[in-house]
């Protein structure tokens, strides 16, 4: 009765006060409202709006509809970083053990793939034995024992969101700026963070492509961030193109073991760079992003950043020694270099058309109970901008079979386009928002 009342308000314009936002919540996650009534009110909230007011209640309302960790032990402060997703975006596996190398706690809670975007957590499966679902409690003892876990969300987190978010992603009502910021931020907020980076990705491979929605979710977050004692910093970063080379789950693994080891492609490092230096100033162990910078520098020189992702790996019951020989990952059975038709400049490489292929070829998800196969993806080389001869090869197929190999090879003809003039790419680091406002991101 109660959910019908609250529905035919928002349906009318009305607004849904905070106790009644809870009482939902919780009635939902113990599964005393359908489905069929959180999906109507769910297309009222996202055909009407929600104020500021609603948005907290409910990210409110998520958040204790479960467990949190709590890290009051750790004397560390601790701060992880989010992304929106994109295709190729393997910065979690870098920055992870890097910030956790300088002294700073990541309590890293990471999605799986869905639609056209990798999830960090089916790419760190992909390592031989590498466990995701950690209890609360091991979590807790491995980042106070070693500084950083990589685990999923698990069941006692914001249950509420983990059933909403499914059904959001069933009734079409996922890109609603109050929605996607409270569900993100309630399971963000139950990591008992000192501070959140966000990576708002834009552009035609991002979910919100707009410039302006994107900076209209910044701030939503950020403020919720606040609301509950987390400053957020957030950046908008390009997702027009891939980023670095490899897309695919273990591809990805070994680009970023690479990049923790000084090897990573200029752009994915630029991007860790940017993101890792707002971490390191929000946890007050650099006093400004350049020093942040040098710091992080320093750690993937010396080796520190790899010994620590070798150390999770091993806590986290996975093969240690990926980290020294990328071969123990899963290989695919089939692989094809794929050359340009003509010459002319790389215009754009179409990051939806490669992730829907890896999609394709196995190696992600369109349901969420899908298995995904580790090995497939592609690694391109190709860059927008670069200018390239008929023949050249751009990238490679890596797939599970020849039928694989051919989807792998038309996606790459749709995805990637060479023209006789270059389009200039989005910046990779265009944005940075704080709680103070909006600015242009400095890049050197
Ligand atoms: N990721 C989430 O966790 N929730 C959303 O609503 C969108 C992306």
Redesign the pocket.
């Known amino acids: 009765m109660l959910a019908r009342r609250l529905i035919e308000r928002k349906r009318d314009g009305g607004r849904i006060e905070p106790g009644e936002w809870r009482a939902l919540a919780s009635a939902y996650a113990t599964g005393h409202v359908p489905d069929y009534q959180m999906s109507a009110l769910l297309m009222a909230c996202f055909l009407r709006g929600m104020d500021r007011i609603e948005t907290a209640a409910l990210t409110e309302a998520m958040l204790m509809s479960g467990d949190r960790l709590d890290l009051s032990g750790i004397a560390k402060p601790r701060v992880d970083k989010h992304s929106?997703g994109g295709v190729g975006d393997k910065v979690s596996l870098v920055l992870a053990p890097l910030i956790a190398s300088l002294g700073v706690a990541v309590p890293m809670m990471s999605?799986r793939s869905l639609g056209h975007t990798g999830g960090t957590l089916d790419k760190l499966e992909s390592i031989p034995g590498f466990r995701t679902k950690l209890t609360l409690a091991e979590a807790t003892e491995q980042i106070q024992r070693i500084g950083c876990a990589l685990i999923g969300q698990s069941p006692e987190i914001a249950p509420a969101d983990r059933r909403m978010?499914s059904l959001?992603d069933a009734t079409a009502t996922?890109e609603s700026i109050p929605?996607?910021a409270s569900?993100?931020m309630s399971?963000k907020l139950a990591e008992d963070l000192s501070g959140l980076v966000l990576d708002l990705k834009r552009g035609s491979g991002a979910f919100l492509p707009e410039l302006d929605r994107v900076l209209e979710l910044a701030e939503v977050m950020i403020k919720l961030g606040k609301d509950h004692g987390c400053p957020c910093v957030a950046l908008v970063t390009a997702m027009d193109r891939p980023l670095g080379r490899a897309c695919g789950n273990a591809l990805e693994v070994e680009e970023a073991i690479a990049a923790l080891k000084g090897e990573g492609p200029p752009d994915l490092m630029s991007v860790t760079y940017a993101l890792g230096a707002e971490m390191l100033v929000l946890a007050g162990a650099a006093p400004d992003l350049d020093h942040a910078r040098r710091e992080m520098e320093k750690s993937i020189g010396t080796g520190r950043a790899a010994e620590c992702f070798q150390k999770i790996i091993e806590a986290q019951g996975g093969n240690p020694g990926v980290v020294d020989d990328p071969a123990v990952l899963p290989q695919a059975a089939e692989c094809e270099i794929f050359t340009a038709r003509r010459r002319g400049f790389i215009a754009r490489v179409e990051p939806k058309a490669v992730g829907r292929a890896i999609v394709e070829m196995g190696g992600g998800r369109s349901r969420v109970e899908d298995v995904v196969d580790p090995a497939v993806g592609f690694v391109i080389t190709a860059r927008p901008g670069d200018w390239v001869e008929e023949g050249e090869p751009l990238a490679t197929v890596f797939a599970h079979d020849r039928a694989g190999v051919g989807i792998g090879r038309q996606a790459l003809r749709a995805a990637i386009f060479i023209a006789d003039e270059a389009e200039p790419p989005l910046p990779l680091v265009s944005h940075r928002v704080t709680i103070s406002g909006v600015e242009l991101y400095e890049t050197d």
């Open positions: 929106t999605g978010y959001r996922v929605l996607i569900s993100i399971k």
